[in-house]
């Protein structure tokens, strides 16, 4: 039994993921099935979730993620790539920022980004609450 498997043109890993997690990505409010007796959490808080591959998989991670972050009181999630946040990392709510490297350099989704960063002012950081998840 053989199996012969392609990615079609035009087409990432992720749009599948996309059209399953269709309300998350147009920042519809997520749908909270679960009380969430988590501290820390204010009911209405946004995310922002920051995503930088070459393939697709950082994508579908944060898609996920948003897809939970309403079990821990996030009910809307800005899914952007990472290149889209230069300058303007935002302070009013928490940022997560999902990235693979390749070769010790930035996924393509991230090289401006990145670039951006080198030459930041620490006041152009200042107030942002972030996370970062190495994806390898």
């Not at 199996?3 to 309300?23: S, W, Y």
């Not at 959490?41 to 393939?55: D, Q």
């Not at 030459?119 to 942002?128: I, P």
Request: with cysteine; glycine share 8%; hydrophobic share 40%.
């Amino acid at each position: 039994f053989h199996m012969k498997v392609r990615l079609r043109r035009q087409r990432r890993a992720t749009d599948f993921a996309q059209k399953l997690h269709a309300p998350v990505a147009s920042q519809v409010p997520l749908i909270n099935h679960h009380q969430s007796n988590r501290p820390n959490t204010v009911e209405g808080s946004r995310i922002t979730i920051l995503h930088g591959s070459n393939a697709g998989s950082c994508e579908a991670l944060a898609l996920r993620l948003a897809a939970d972050a309403g079990e821990y009181g996030f009910t809307k999630s800005k899914i952007e790539p990472l290149g889209s946040a230069v300058g303007k990392l935002p302070t009013d709510n928490p940022v997560i920022i999902i990235t693979a490297s390749y070769n010790g350099e930035p996924a393509d989704e991230a090289s401006d980004f990145v670039a951006w960063l080198k030459t930041a002012g620490r006041d152009e950081l200042s107030g942002v609450s972030f996370s970062v998840f190495g994806c390898g």
